[in-house]
């Protein structure tokens, strides 16, 4: 398929039967209306490769690149909705990848700190953002281990590559009353977990089996 393929392709209608057929349906429960708000404005065909843009809006994964991947758009959303974002929050996520989730994390925060290990792709992320005005994105290449400890602690933190364990810094750089999802787990044993730090105690719960990208990274590595 040619990129000019798509140029008969309606992104408008497309999302809109994305959120109508993939999060409202009842056994994926996506309820939230500022995340089906968001889902249903950001460009999601903006940030996948423009060979890929017919199936921006299907229900499944794409390939972005530098063997890393575009999450499927409910598990966007439903990460989304986990998260339970504010709209004074600041946000860490870690994996930026193609930009997208950060994008829909642009509209309902304050704030969005991510973390990208591979440059060419937190380059191109960042400059898709900009392009698109999402401003309150701040993008860094680096190991997001780590986390952004100049610029803790955050409201919330989303991690959208899967751990064996969760990174200690990640959990010491959340609020007290913070919230985190994370995918954890070798790659065909991932559980989506989130975290809530409440009384200076983390509580977790799981809420689906998934499929993520392994995390790389120093934290990961020596666990």
């Known amino acids: 398929m040619k990129a000019s393929d798509t ?8 999302r809109r039967r994305m959120v109508a057929e993939q999060f409202t ?3 994926r429960g996506i309820t939230n209306r500022r995340v089906l708000q968001a889902m249903a404005t950001v460009p999601r065909h903006e ?14 994964p794409l390939p972005i690149g530098y063997g890393q991947t575009l999450s499927q758009p409910y598990i966007v959303a ?9 709209a004074a929050d ?3 996520e870690i994996g930026t990848g193609s ?12 704030e969005v ?3 990208e290990i591979v440059d060419i792709l937190a380059a191109r992320a960042a400059a898709d953002l900009q392009r698109l005005g999402y401003h309150n994105v701040h993008v860094r290449a680096g190991d997001g281990c780590n986390g952004w400890p100049d610029k803790a602690p955050f409201d919330a933190v989303i991690v959208t590559c899967a751990p064996q364990h969760i990174p200690q810094p990640l959990v010491d750089q959340l609020k007290h009353g913070g919230r985190m999802t994370i995918p954890v787990g070798p790659p065909m044993n991932q559980e989506l977990y989130v ?5 200076g105690t983390i509580h977790q719960r799981e809420v689906l089996p998934v499929r993520f990208v392994p995390m790389t990274g120093d934290e990961d590595e020596d666990a």
């Open 195 to 199: 975290l809530e730090k409440r009384d």
């Open 25 to 27: 349906v009842p056994y």
């Open 90 to 92: 600041r946000v860490l």
């Open 78 to 86: 439903l990460m989304t909705q986990e998260l339970n974002p504010h």
């Open 7 to 14: 140029n008969d392709v309606d992104f408008t209608a497309a």
């Open 47 to 60: 940030f996948v490769p423009a060979a890929q843009r017919r199936w921006a809006y299907d229900d499944g």
């Open 99 to 110: 930009g997208y989730q950060a994008a829909v994390l642009a509209q309902l925060v304050k």
């Open 113 to 115: 700190y991510t973390i």
